[in-house]
């Protein structure tokens, strides 16, 4: 895996402005999760699994984020804030030429996450040959979380948002907490093909994997199974992070 690695690269997703969280001049992910800001454990997880290729997705009070990164990452401003496919295509024009694989997290949630989680994660990525893998976990309380989709093999066939999903679909207790490692070329193939939601106005990462089935693209999972992990969008949330992150005697549960 270690010459697979020298094409690994990372965008990390910065720059939304977590309106439930009412915060006006800094951005969320600066906000101290247990010892540093969030963005911080995303940048260090990602060091600890030698990824050198880093960009940073900056948007609302940019400032606030470069601050504590510095010159270590590449930046991509994404000036108009359209969903997270958007984001991954202004990332994608600053991406170097040989980096031909790039993980794609959140910058808020993502201090859950360990070393060994990405290492199988990225280790099952290149044994598998897929064109595009992604996280999976379980949670007992799945409310308000996209759940996951599989056939009669246990492939994924799609992932539902809660507020589409039918009262079966909506006991499924494996999530999408948005952890994904996409070929760069599947990311160039289909990110232009991603529509806008007619709801929001906004481009969605999940309408990928929509996308990667209907053509047939190679796609697997690593499934966590029960997995300590919080994504944060309000204070409230951000509490419950807090206390998840300090109290857990392991990452799984």
Not at 195 to 220: D, P, Q
Not at 222 to 227: C, E, S, T
Request: aromatic share 8%.
């Amino acid at each position: 895996m270690r010459n697979n690695l020298k094409q690994l690269g990372a965008i990390i997703l910065a720059a939304g402005k977590g309106k439930r969280m009412n915060s006006k001049k800094i951005n969320k992910v600066v906000l101290h999760l247990a010892d540093k800001p969030m963005i911080l454990h995303a940048y260090h997880l990602l060091k600890s699994v030698k990824i050198e290729t880093i960009i940073v997705v900056v948007g609302f009070a940019k400032d606030s984020v470069m601050r504590f990164l510095g010159k270590d990452v590449i930046y991509a401003e994404q000036k108009k804030r359209l969903g997270t496919a958007h984001a991954v295509s202004v990332a994608l024009r600053k991406i170097p030429a040989h980096i031909k694989h790039v993980l794609v997290l959140n910058g808020d949630d993502s201090a859950f996450y360990n070393k060994k989680t990405l290492q199988k994660l990225i280790a099952w990525h290149f044994e598998s040959g897929s064109e595009l893998t992604l996280l999976t976990l379980e949670k007992d309380d799945p409310s308000g979380l996209g759940r996951i989709i599989r056939d009669n093999e246990g492939k994924i066939a799609a992932i539902i948002e809660e507020k589409d999903a039918n009262s079966k679909q909506r006991k499924i207790k494996e999530i999408n907490p948005a952890c994904y490692l996409f070929e760069v070329n599947f990311l160039k193939k289909y990110l232009k093909k991603v529509e806008k939601s007619k709801v929001t106005g906004e481009y969605y990462l999940t309408s990928l994997i929509r996308l990667g089935i209907e053509n047939k693209a190679k796609i697997e999972s690593h499934r966590m199974g029960k997995y300590v992990w919080r994504g944060v969008n309000t204070d409230e949330e951000l509490k419950e992070a807090e206390f998840l992150f300090n109290n857990r005697k392991n990452r799984y549960l």
